[in-house]
């Protein structure tokens, strides 16, 4: 494994390297049987093994509640902005209350409009969600509302819930994707959580889907077979071929994260790195952070120039040094460190050195 670089990609992100190793030597001929993970079926009890494992797992890692399900299914986060209005719509009046506080969000909402009635509660737009803002949870009727939904982290911006609303009676929908395992959360305050798999849990194209089991059965005529929570939960998550792939990587993935010390430890880790980098933004004049520092997220650090020009020289620097895709989101621009689980400290401290390097050589 030479020629490897400190990946900050936003996702699809980087892996633990010992989970990469397992891939490849494992690639050819899984467990003696002569062929690949990605050449059996998913129903043979040997891939069912790996998808029990993966969810058995997950549970033991969140300390997820028994009532509720684990789902994997195919579309990663997105599809679930279809998914949610299709099987949380019906639980009452067919409307669906929003919180904004990023992209995706917007996207969500914009998304369950062709299925109900939604409601904004709160959008963050006025500033530049930069931060999360005050919000009236007197708005939200608990006798005409379906399901309230929020992105825990905003992975564009940088923001995050620090704590989540209470939302009574009414179900809060949660897109974890960009903070899925590295911060702990108390499951039960949710009806439902989830996420694409391509940051903290493995790869691209897979959505993990945790549902209150009292949620399930409420689906709209119209869902399809393959985005129905209840027959995706009565089919084990095999209502047709499952991306094994990405169900044996995500279980790698979890038995990295316990052998690391599990979530709490995961948590004190993006901590300590994301600290790393707003120590050296908030001792600069040169850097500015896109995120409120109330909302700061540990998983996705923000920041632009003083000069915005110096953008792509501060790029082109950062790869020479194996500091590779530190290019912000197009539409909030600047540069993004995105510090999910496998990165490493090492990495952190590398990127806080070269920013403080660049910042004495162009401020
Ligand atoms: N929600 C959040 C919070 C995300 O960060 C992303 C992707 N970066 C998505 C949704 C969309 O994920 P996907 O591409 O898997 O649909």
Redesign the pocket.
């Known amino acids: 494994m030479t020629n490897r670089v400190y990946n900050f990609s936003?996702?699809p992100a980087m892996l633990p390297t010992p989970v990469m190793q397992k891939i490849q030597e494992e690639f050819l001929n899984y467990q003696g049987l002569g062929v690949s993970i990605v050449e059996i079926s998913h129903r043979l009890p040997v891939f069912r093994e790996i998808l029990d494992a993966a969810e058995s797992l997950f549970r033991e890692l969140v300390g997820l509640p028994k009532n509720y399900r684990v789902l994997f299914m195919h579309?990663?986060?997105?599809?679930q902005f279809s998914a949610v209005p299709l099987n949380l719509m019906a639980r009452s009046t067919h409307k669906g209350s929003y919180f904004i506080t990023g992209r995706?969000g917007t996207l969500a909402e914009k998304e369950a409009r062709r299925y109900g009635k939604t409601e904004v509660l709160m959008d963050g737009k006025e500033f530049d969600y930069r931060q999360i803002p005050e919000y009236d949870i007197g708005r939200l009727d608990q006798d005409t509302t379906s399901y309230a939904h929020l992105?825990s982290?905003?992975?564009?911006y940088g923001t995050r819930w620090q704590t989540f609303p209470q939302t009574g009676n009414v179900p809060l929908v949660v897109?974890a994707?960009?903070d899925i395992l590295s911060r702990e959360m108390n499951y039960s305050l949710f009806g439902v959580v989830y996420a694409?798999l391509?940051?903290n849990l493995g790869t691209?194209?897979t959505?993990l889907v945790i549902v209150r089991e009292d949620l399930l059965g409420n689906a709209l005529p119209e869902t399809p077979k393959l985005m129905n929570y209840a027959l995706i939960d009565e089919q084990h998550s095999i209502p047709n071929t499952i991306n094994v792939f990405a169900v044996y990587v995500m279980r790698l993935v979890l038995e990295w994260v316990k052998e690391q010390g599990g979530v709490p430890e995961m948590e004190k880790l993006a901590e300590q790195k994301s600290g790393l980098l707003y120590e050296v933004l908030d001792q600069s004049e040169f850097y500015r952070a896109v995120a409120h520092p109330e909302h700061r997220s540990t998983t996705n650090v923000t920041f632009h120039f003083s000069h915005e020009k110096l953008l792509e020289k501060f790029l082109a620097e950062a790869d020479k040094e194996g500091l590779f895709a530190l290019k912000g989101h197009a539409s909030v621009g600047g540069a993004r460190a995105s510090l999910y689980n496998a990165m490493p400290l090492e990495g952190v401290e590398v990127l806080a050195q070269f920013m403080k390097e660049f910042e004495r050589k162009n401020g």
Do not use: F, R, V
């Not at 579309?75 to 599809?79: E, L, S, Y």
């Open positions: 936003a996702g579309g990663g986060a997105q599809m995706w992105t982290n905003n992975t564009l897109d994707t960009s694409g391509q940051k691209s194209g959505g």
